[in-house]
């Protein structure tokens, strides 16, 4: 059975406390890791560190966010005023695009995108008609492009080399100069310094993501110093527009989150913590250097905030995409102004209704394209559209089916489980799905790797899958470390600490957590309970289970296509209470409370 930690039942108590003695108490952090309430809900921001400018906190950023997200199934680039939170799209016709880079005059973005078939470097006026030039050519895949102060060159990552590199180019695209060739670690993610000294960039060659930079005017190849000189996770630099401080991410305080430190005669001081919510990322700094934006990860979204670059508490852009990965800012206000909407043509929900007087909403619905490894091939009829439409998606992105074999969908309604698995399983509902632990066929092995993200004080994996072409036309280059659950990796090298990370592998992968989620599938976190703990028992982690909630509690789950008479006696509160669960899980998942459990009514709206 899977109980959870005392971390989630300190939520649920946060919850009560508020509830009882603050009814009009903003949602706060605690709430949401227990409620996983809707998009609109967001934690309370609170900072540690002092304010040294409190004028900053009630000044209004200036220019524009040009955001990379996903919307429809697409990665597209966008437009948003960051006081009016209006958005428009941008670069359109050339989706799939990312890695959005503003040009110093303000009036080009530069951006990658695969409207040809590989990952190019694309430039683009942002008041033009739409219309981009190609820059890259034949070096399979190209991303991140950031100009230089002058806006002559531009620095970009690169595959043409059997690794990832950081290159130079003029801004039409020609003379093209490797800068870490000699290097054979992944080098990415440039940041050219507004002086034009330093270009600043993530690398690998230590064994973990630290921060280096080289002479933006070096001859290849380049000598890189380390910024970052630690033991920590460090990437995604980024320059004050005064080249006097780097904002960079860091797990150094064992959660990722934006940090700023000074640039001192090539070395980084005094590095201090601006953002406390467990998953920040991908910071930008504003013209003026008095802002930071910022993508931060909610378990449902990954929305821009915006920070002071003295600390305080983080605001919201709202009014746009869900999933965010990444921000540049322009110094130009906001081209039109208008609402953005985010629709969806991905599927159609089309549930089997079931009989009057059946006592349930809607049948279980058999899938015939899925074959399971033992269980039954059926889900709730509510979310098999979206199942289907999954599957012909990843089918379509990775080159084959991965979804055609798995290994768990509906169970039996009387399934009793042991300690790896939960009586109350989302798969009585017919909405979860175990996936194949790996991928191999005739023409992939070891086809399946897996990200570990200790996010909001629980460990997640990504699950990346290898594309069946590895010439750039499908996938990305992988640049996190796989984890390792090897035994020698849990047991030997990793001491009981469920493994250690592998080397980053050369070639294309597609991301199937991101794909799932487009389509309603959400990963859950791994168990780190004493009956069953991920890094003593590899059945813990979990990678391979989604499921699709649509915010229900178990129960209500259940109530779509069981009659209340079918779970009389698996949700009897008394009897699974005996049986070892305890009462706040009980009230999680939505079981009828009997008048004895009286006092977790507490916990309702």
Same mark, same amino acid.
């Given at each position: ?63 524009? &966010? ?59 006026? &942002? ?45 039409? /695209? ?141 605001? &919201? ?43 349930? &909403? ?144 050369? /070639? ?81 998942? /939505? ?15």
């Amino acid at each position: 059975m899977r109980v959870f930690s005392f971390r989630f039942l300190f939520g649920v108590i946060t919850l009560s406390i508020l509830v009882l003695v603050a009814p009009a108490f903003p949602n706060t952090f605690a709430a949401e890791e227990v409620t996983r309430p809707s998009a609109e809900t967001e934690p309370l921001y609170t900072s540690p560190q002092p304010i040294s400018n409190p004028q900053s906190l009630i000044s209004l950023p200036s220019g524009r &966010l040009i955001v990379s997200a996903e919307s429809d199934g697409k990665w597209t680039l966008f437009a948003a005023d960051p006081n009016q939170h209006a958005w428009q799209k941008l670069a359109a016709n050339y989706a799939p695009a990312r890695d959005p880079a503003i040009a110093p005059d303000g009036k080009t973005l530069a951006f990658r995108s695969k409207r040809e078939g590989t990952w190019e470097i694309y430039t683009m006026a &942002l008041e033009g008609n739409g219309n981009a030039t190609r820059l890259t050519r034949g070096m399979i895949y190209n991303g991140a492009p950031v100009w230089s102060p002058d806006g002559k060159r531009i620095a970009f990552e690169s595959y043409a080399r059997g690794d990832l590199d950081i290159w130079v180019m003029n801004a039409d /695209g020609k003379q093209l100069v490797n800068l870490t060739d000699r290097e054979k670690a992944h080098d990415f993610a440039p940041a050219w310094s507004p002086d034009g000294k330093w270009i600043a960039f993530t690398s690998w060659r230590t064994g973990t993501k630290q921060i280096f930079i080289v002479a933006a005017d070096c001859k290849a190849p380049c000598q890189a110093i380390n910024l970052s000189q630690n033991k920590f996770d460090e990437h995604s630099p980024a320059w004050s527009p005064d080249s006097t401080k780097l904002a960079f991410v860091s797990d150094r305080e064992g959660q990722r989150a934006i940090y700023v430190a000074d640039f001192v005669n090539g070395a980084l001081q005094n590095a201090r913590r601006l953002t406390f919510s467990g998953w920040d990322d991908a910071p930008a700094w504003s013209p003026d250097g008095k802002w930071i934006a910022f993508v931060s990860a909610r378990p449902t979204r990954q929305p821009i905030y915006i920070v002071s670059a003295e600390g305080g508490i983080p605001r &919201l852009v709202e009014n746009g995409p869900t999933i965010a990965v990444s921000v540049a800012w322009s110094r130009e206000g906001i081209v039109s102004t208008g609402e953005f909407t985010n629709g969806n043509t991905l599927y159609q929900e089309q549930p089997d209704l079931a009989p009057a007087g059946s006592g349930r &909403l809607y049948e279980l619905r058999r899938i015939n394209t899925i074959r399971l490894e033992s269980g039954l091939s059926k889900v709730n009829s509510r979310v098999a559209d979206s199942l289907l439409a999954l599957q012909a998606r990843v089918k379509q992105e990775v080159g084959y089916d991965f979804l055609a074999t798995v290994s768990d969908l509906l169970r039996p309604i009387d399934y009793r489980c042991d300690n790896t698995c939960d009586t109350l399983s989302w798969h009585k509902s017919g909405r979860a799905v175990d996936t194949r632990l790996d991928y191999s066929d005739a023409r992939i092995s070891s086809g399946l790797e897996v990200v570990r993200e200790d996010r909001h004080g629980e460990t997640y994996w990504r699950v990346y899958l290898r594309a069946n072409a590895q010439d750039g036309t499908q996938g990305e280059p992988l640049k996190d470390a796989p984890w390792d659950f090897s035994y020698r990796a849990r047991w030997i090298v990793g001491k009981g600490e469920g493994g250690t990370r592998k080397p980053v592998p050369y /070639g294309f992968y597609v991301d199937f957590t991101e794909l799932a989620r487009q389509y309603g599938w959400e990963r859950i976190s791994a168990n780190d309970s004493e009956d069953l703990d991920w890094k003593t028992n590899k059945l813990g982690a979990e990678y391979w289970h989604y499921q699709k909630t649509h915010g229900l509690a178990w129960y209500q789950a259940m109530r779509e296509v069981y009659s209340e008479a079918e779970l009389k006696s698996l949700t009897d509160w008394n009897i699974l209470a005996r049986a070892g669960y305890d009462p706040y899980l009980l009230f999680l998942k /939505g079981i009828p409370m009997p008048p004895a459990a009286w006092r977790w009514n507490v916990l309702g709206p």
